[in-house]
């Protein structure tokens, strides 16, 4: 089966364990982390909704707008295994891995536009071709898949993944964010702004295996 296309440099989300504080102070000041409640909006189907955990994370710009509200899956399922190219080979292709809300009109990874309201988020790999080496050194993304085609948490096969993601923004492209390491596993989960500018949101996704730290960039476009 086809993997996903487009290789950009992905950073990453992943389902934190918050702490009992309400709001968490970026690395740089200009961004806070605040908890949010339950995912309750009935545009998202209720199998998706009782997938995630009952708590979010919502990014606060600052000047008090927010940037973004996500609800991780509570569990996600890895494998043992590895991907050649890929940070986090781990998660199974087309894994659901959460809800993304935008409160405004925003952009992804490519820097396509993409309409305010809520998205699930799906893992997704670019392809290893002539056309997408050397573009980025990570292969691992969240695609943007829309809230009103995804009504159930199970894993998809890549390509519906790819058609759905791509359906979401009205575009020939699939709407990834990117994905990275954090810089570091302690005081997760946190906001940073990494040396490209991208703003960073650091945590810890919770797998039937333990905790894995991940990268999500919520903020920023690739440079190729």
């Given amino acids: 089966m086809k993997q996903f296309f487009v290789a950009l440099f992905l950073v990453l989300v992943s389902v934190p364990t918050l702490a009992n504080t309400s709001a968490f ?6 961004y806070k982390l605040e908890t949010t409640g339950a995912l309750s909006d009935a545009k998202v189907a209720e199998a998706i909704r009782t997938a995630v955990s009952d708590k979010g994370v919502k990014i606060v710009a ?12 509570k569990e996600l399922a890895v494998t043992g295994g590895s991907v050649d190219g890929a940070t986090f080979g781990q998660i199974p292709e087309g894994s659901f891995i959460g809800v993304i809300n935008f409160p405004s009109n925003a952009s992804d990874f490519r820097g396509q536009g993409v309409k305010a309201g809520f998205y699930t988020l799906r893992f997704g790999l670019s392809m290893q071709d002539g056309n997408h080496l050397g573009v980025s050194p990570a292969r691992d993304f969240f695609l943007l898949c829309a809230i009103g085609d995804d009504k159930d ?3 998809l096969p890549a390509a ?8 979401a923004i009205g575009a020939g492209h699939p709407s990834p964010l990117a994905l990275t390491y954090p810089t570091g596993e302690k005081e997760l989960p946190r906001v940073i702004v990494n040396d490209h500018e991208h703003v960073v949101l650091e945590t810890k996704l919770k797998t039937k295996s333990g905790e894995l730290a991940i990268g999500l960039i919520v903020i920023g476009k690739t440079e190729g």
């Fill in 25 to 30: 102070v970026s690395a740089n000041n200009d």
């Fill in 62 to 73: 600052k000047d008090g707008k927010t940037v973004c509200e996500i609800w991780f899956r």
């Fill in 153 to 155: 948490p199970k894993d």
């Fill in 160 to 167: 519906e993944v790819i058609k759905m993601s791509r359906s």
